[in-house]
């Protein structure tokens, strides 16, 4: 059974104390006003200027600021599975989405996809 | 005298012990093959999937891996002031790009766009 996936996201991760006037900046900087996720509200985000690609911040109650990389798909098992075999590893599960760490170190994500047909021939990439 | 500047790559940076397999793991991850850039060959990348978005990894002689973003402009100077207004700081000069501080501590990188028209207002956001 084929999936698909994608890069989709860069989410800068930042300590609460940090959070806001990092929100402002980059909201800003991009200048994409981010806006609160009603669901996950420690997240607040914009697609990017013409791109299907989009900027997120993340409030985390602790720890430096970093930044991290999600990937989307329509099979979550399948897609941890393959980032598996190609040497990541599972750090944990977060709502719907799994923490990674790849094979330097860096943390992602990968995020289950909820609606159907949005990961297509034209914008991710088919798993045979 | 109006410029342009958009959030236009994703770069992982990778200690050399780490560098060929953690190419080789987003290169695969992706689906992209990640190749060489001549000019920086510690570079490699690929557009992403169906975007005008980059995710490249750079060779480092030592640290830890992390994640920066990259925003392109074609008003460098311009790109560098406005930042710094909204509260970044100047960190180094690599190349013919700036290397920037954001308020909460992640490094970013702000790149000089030398292809005249690329970033225009279909894919970037103009600062008059």
Chains 1, 2 share one sequence.
């Not at 989307?72 to 941890?80: K, R, S, V």
Request: hydrophobic fraction near 40%.
């Amino acid at each position: 059974m084929a999936h698909y996936s994608r890069l989709s996201k860069v989410v800068i991760d930042v300590p609460a104390a940090d959070h806001d006037r990092e929100l402002a900046f980059w909201g800003a900087a991009a200048g994409e006003p981010l806006t609160r996720f009603d669901r996950h509200p420690e997240y607040h985000g914009a697609e990017l200027h013409g791109q299907e690609f989009w900027l997120l911040i993340q409030q985390l109650g602790q720890g430096s600021a970093r930044v991290h990389i999600d990937i989307h798909t329509d099979d979550l098992p399948a897609e941890i599975a393959r980032l598996e075999k190609l040497g990541a590893e599972r750090v944990q599960q977060a709502h719907s989405w799994q923490v990674m760490r790849d094979p330097a170190g860096p943390l992602f994500c990968v995020i289950p996809e909820s609606w159907p047909g949005t990961l297509n021939d034209g914008n991710a990439q088919r798993w045979d």
